[in-house]
Structures are given as C-alpha cells and as structure tokens.
C-alpha cells in the first residue's frame, strides 16, 4: 500500500464517536503514516517551506466538501412543504413552530426560489431536513395566478428524493379563497400523490370577547366550529386532512405559543412516509433534536479533523522550539476554516483565528510548555506530537459545538465548548497515544 493510500483511509474514519480503545492495526497506520509525513517534512526545512506546503496540501476544495454534503443529503429523510396562502396566514409561524427557530432568524433565511416563491432550509442548505417554499404575493388581485401556479408546477416537476407535502394555510376569519382553491385544485390534479394538509390559523381572532387564553385544545367554541367547518367544506375533495392551530408570539399573551402544534405535528406524520413522520417527531423533541443534529454534522466534521490531527502531530514533532508553532497554528485555523464552512459560516482566516483563540482556553499555555519539552531529545518530540494531534483534535469537535450554536440561532456558551474541549482531548489523547518519533 502506497503512502497516499495509507492518508486516504485515514481521511474518512468509519468511527461516529471519540473512542478510547485504539485497534493497534489502526495505531501502526497512523505511527506510519505519521513516521513518513515527518521524515518528508524534517527534509522541507526551513520552517516557510513546511507552511508553504501545509498550505498546499489542505487547502479547501469545493469539490471534496459538496461530495461529502451530497452523500450524507442523500440518506437525510428530508420533507419539502410547500406552503400556499396569503401574506399574515401563519406560514412562517408554522415554519417558528417546527424547527424553533427564531422569526428573525427564519425572516433572513428565506431566500427567492422563483419569481413568486421563497425558499427556506432548515437546519442548512446543505444537509436539510425541512425545506419550507413560500408563495409571494399569493391573493394580491396584481398577480397572475395562472403564472404562480406554472411556477408551482415546475417546481414540483424537478426530481427530489425528498417527500413533499402541500400545506393550504388560511386564516380562519378569512373566507376569500377562491384563488387558493384554485391553485391547490390544479396542483391537486397534477400530482395526486402529494398530501394536501388545510392548516386553519389564527384562532383567537374568533375567540369569543371575553377570552383571555386558549382553552384545552381542541377548542369548542361555537365561532371556532361554525368557521371550520366552512373552511373544510370549501376545501372538500382538496385536501386530504385539516387541522386547527394558533402560534402566536410571547408578547401576545396566549399560552401555549405553538397551540395545536402537537396535532399538526400528527397530522404531518399520517401524511409523510415512516422515516420523514421520525424525523418531524425528533425535530419536535428540542433537546433531542439538537443532538440529532450535532451528530449529523459532526460526523460530517470528523472527516476533515483526523486528517489535520495527524498532520499537527507531524509538524509539533520538527524539533525546532517555538518554530512549528505559527504553521500549526496556521494549519488549525485552516481546519477551524472549514469546519466553518461545513456548518454554513463563512469566514475569513482572521475571523477563523479568532474562533481559536475564543475557545482554545488553557490549552496554550500548555502549548508553550510542549514546544519547550523539545529541548529534551527524543522524549520531548513524541509528547509534543501526541499532544498536538490530541489538542487538534480537541479544538475541532469544539468548533463543532461552537458552529452548531451559532447555526441554530444560539449564543456559544463557552463554559460547555470548554468541557466538551477538554472531554475530547482526554479521549483523543488514549486515541494518538500511539504516535511515536
């Protein structure tokens, strides 16, 4: 097996998890591989030309990242909902009340698809698992409706491997929806095979005067019964199913905020196929969700941050003192780069080593202390290498939790970056222990 061969298995780990059993068929492929790199490397110096060629050799290919995105995006369980209805329906309250994501947030997500459509990914562009396309303009008497519904429709024409679903959004109040029936009539006829789910909104507005809150869901008021079954009944033969909700914001004072969110989440599920109906369900379990996600994406992470630890242990190991340490600090912003750019954040070399020096904590002190055990020959080098392989290591699944907040609209808290830092490098320094000079 050539060299080459021996860092392209190393690149792509099939382990999902830090573990602390190294296999030592493993640990000789990374001692060899590591023996070879730092051979080579000790022949580069001086030290400019070790970074010219760290530079080189993991320099951000576009190609290689949108492979690796399109395999994971290719086993997501994705749903498309297309969402029909008027400006002040609720769309993007159901788009809050799903992913929980903020309205600011979810307001600079939209992106225009078409002329009359928007579309909105969430948790990313790259690896989602709710694709939400927004009509613009849908019941304004100026636009065409025969040309929104061409737009729908080619739309829908384009392969996906994703389910979709058609989600008819109307106010309960609001009985002007000729125009909405006539679009989901003809996307109806077109595609049989998409779900059509009437989700009714805006309850309270119908609520009797002297209603201060919600009741127990469903609610029985006559207003909100006479109303609904209007709607169903101007919808009949559309839709396959219609469900009742109310998402509000807090200042409003309704409690629940997402009321009904629970039946429309069911109501979603006996739509969608089996693995599409799991992932709503996980997405609606918050705690649980936010690790789904973590794991999606750092497992996706982990591809990139072996290949980096491994070759932080080859340049710590150049015994030059303090000479390795610009290039390794180079080479992990280069990581911290692209780590980034997995979790949809762009930003710039500066901006990259700034994310370092936020969460990298105590670990460079010991950092100095690891350059100066070089002075001791041959002990001090094979410290330093597993250490900066174990401290690489470290620093990228804390940059993961550190994209995953910000991607989910969550302020980094550093004390729980720091922890995970610091259980990641305990771990990874079992995993690197066997580097040896």
Known sequence: MTEQDDSQQLSEPTDKTITKSVDNSWTNRLGGVWNKATTRLTQLLPVEQVAQTVVEWFSVSETQVAEILEKIRAELPTTEALLIGKPQAGKSSIVRGLTG?????????????????????????????????????????????????????????????SARILLLTVKINDFATETLRQIAKQLRQKYPNIPC????????????????DHPAYPP???????????????????????????????????????????????????????????????????????????????????????????????????????????????????????????????????????????IAGGFVAQAIARELIKFIPGFGSAIA???????????????????????????PDPQRIQLVMQEAFQAAQERFKGIKH
Not at 107 to 126: E, I, K, L
Not at 232 to 239: K, V
Not at 389 to 409: H, I, K, N, P, Q
């Open 101 to 161: 994501v903020s309205t600011e947030i979810i307001g600079q997500g939209f992106r225009p698809h078409t002329q009359h459509t928007q579309r909105y990914a969430y948790p990313s562009n790259d690896l989602p698992l709710l694709v939400f396309t927004d009509t613009v303009g849908l019941g304004d008497v100026k636009q065409d409706t025969e040309l929104i519904i061409q737009e729908l429709v080619g739309d829908l024409q384009k392969e996906t491997r």
């Open 197 to 212: 789910l009437l989700v009714v909104t805006c309850l309270h507005e119908v609520y009797p005067t002297d209603t201060v």
């Open 220 to 358: 029985d008021y006559e207003e909100v019964n006479r109303a609904f079954a209007a709607m169903q009944q101007a919808f009949a033969g559309i839709t396959d199913r219609s469900v009742l909700i109310d998402f509000t914001l807090e200042e409003d004072g309704y409690n629940p905020v997402f009321y009904g969110l629970e039946a429309l989440r069911d109501s979603l599920a006996e739509l969608l196929p089996q693995a599409e109906a799991e992932a709503i369900y996980q997405l609606l379990d918050r705690e649980e969700a936010g690790k789904q996600l973590g794991n999606l994406y750092r497992d996706a992470a982990r591809r990139y941050i072996l290949p980096f630890a491994i070759m932080s242990a080859t340049l710590a190991a150049v015994p030059l003192p303090f000479a390795t340490m610009p290039v390794l600090t180079a080479l992990q912003v280069s990581m911290v780069g692209l780590l980034g750019k997995l979790y949809g954040q762009t930003i710039t070399p500066s901006q990259a080593g700034g994310v370092v020096s936020a």
């Open 385 to 411: 290498a597993s250490w900066a392989a174990a401290y690489t290591w470290a620093l990228g699944e804390a940059a993961c939790v550190y994209f995953g907040d910000l991607m989910g609209g969550k302020k």
